[in-house]
Nanobody
Framework: QVQLVESGGGLVQAGGSLRLSCAAS????????MAWFRQAPDKEREFVSF???????DYTDSVKGRFTISRDNARNTVYLQMNSLKSEDTAVYYC???????????????WGQGTQVTVSS
């Protein structure tokens, strides 16, 4: 069983930055694909970014050039650095772990409880 705990969300003005963290329990973190998804009110859960065990990353188009995903296997933690935030980035952000780094949320087996990110314009 893997437990994921997100932190780092909050309220920020447009143009500002936040760094989300996701701490994972368990000894299999280094072999897990990790991802961030987000869900805004009345919208479906949306892929944001993933990082494979080998460090391959991908992003949804709307965050490319602004968000950076990284992982620290020694700390069992994955990060999402978010810069140049926009009001449309407002959502609950979820960390997920799975066996394969893909964009589809159904492929991820474990989820955190979510952290709220609110960007004021």
């Amino acid at each position: 069983q893997v437990q994921l705990v997100e932190s780092g969300g909050g309220l920020v003005q447009a143009g500002g930055s936040l760094r989300l963290s996701c701490a994972a329990s368990g000894r299999t973190f280094s072999s897990a694909a990790m991802a961030w998804f987000r869900q805004a009110p009345d919208k479906e859960r949306e892929f944001v970014s993933f990082i494979s065990p080998g460090g391959i990353t991908d992003y949804t188009d709307s965050v490319k050039g602004r968000f950076t995903i990284s992982r620290d296997n020694a700390r069992n933690t994955v990060y999402l650095q978010m810069n140049s935030l926009k009001s449309e980035d407002t959502a609950v952000y979820y960390c997920a772990a799975g066996r394969i780094a893909v964009m589809g949320y159904r492929q991820y087996d474990y989820w955190g409880q979510g952290t709220q990110v609110t960007v004021s314009s």
